[in-house]
């Protein structure tokens, strides 16, 4: 299995409130990528990043802000953290998408409740 | 618009019959690839099968297998011989942007598959 790690896996905050969530991968992967997860919308890209401070949109990054010092690290901030931002998270990793089928290793998930 | 269309938010199937879950896409590119998910109760996601565009042949692993029909822009999942294991969460996903260093995937809104004794 892919070393990838989320932290915390479960947490409960409040309006308002400043988040940030944790990926740390042991893989060495290029690209890495925040997903969140809720009923009737499948899995829908954040963002991602394709190299150390290399980052970009995906379709809901309204809210959220990330950061990638480092090839093994890439976290996820919610910075005023909003009910509408609860839901299960999801950090996935993957080697260059050209040279290889693309497939996306996928961590545990981390469920947010914001009340 | 949306990039991927699963058009079934469940399906149920006998155990040991066929099913086959769809999945439509919507692309402009020439090079890109489809991807299956499982992602049973316990919620992590599990990789099932690949199609890249330029594959001639539909890909297969195991009992499952990829109707791929490129002119119709869908690329149906098919499960032989369902397992009561089966029963999970099913994500269609396609791979777009890497012409431009942007690699990444889209994913559908799922079906939920039901197999029963």
């Known amino acids: 299995d892919a070393g990838i790690t989320q932290s915390p896996r479960h947490k409960v905050t409040e309006t308002g409130t400043p988040v940030t969530l944790r990926c740390h991968q042991t893989?060495?992967?290029?690209?890495m990528y925040w997903y969140r997860q809720d009923p009737g919308h499948g899995l829908r890209l954040i963002h991602y990043?394709?190299?150390?401070?290399?980052?970009d949109k995906g379709e809901v990054s309204d809210g959220y802000s990330v950061s990638r010092s480092k090839t093994e690290d890439f976290l996820l901030t919610l910075e005023s953290a909003t009910s509408s931002q609860t839901s299960v998270y999801f950090c996935a990793i993957s080697e260059t998408l050209r040279e290889n089928t693309g497939e996306l290793f996928f961590g545990e998930g981390s469920r947010l409740t914001v009340l | 618009a949306q990039k991927i269309t699963q058009t079934q938010p469940g399906m149920f199937v006998q155990e040991k019959e066929a099913v086959t879950l769809d999945c439509t896409y919507d692309?402009?590119?020439?090079?890109?690839?489809l991807f299956w998910y499982k992602q049973p109760s316990s919620g992590e996601m599990i990789f099932l099968i690949y199609?890249?565009?330029?594959?001639?042949q539909n890909a297969t692993e195991g009992r499952y297998s990829l109707n791929f029909q490129k002119a119709r822009k869908s690329a149906n999942l098919v499960i032989s011989a369902s397992q009561l294991g089966d029963s999970a969460m099913y994500f269609c996903a396609m791979r777009e942007g890497w012409l431009y260093n942007t690699d990444k995937l889209i994913f559908g809104t799922g079906t939920r598959l039901q197999v029963f004794p």
């Open positions: 199609q890249g565009s330029y594959d001639e």
């Open positions: 692309t402009s590119d020439q090079s890109y690839g």
């Open positions: 893989e060495n992967h290029r690209y």
């Open positions: 990043s394709y190299g150390v401070k290399d980052t």
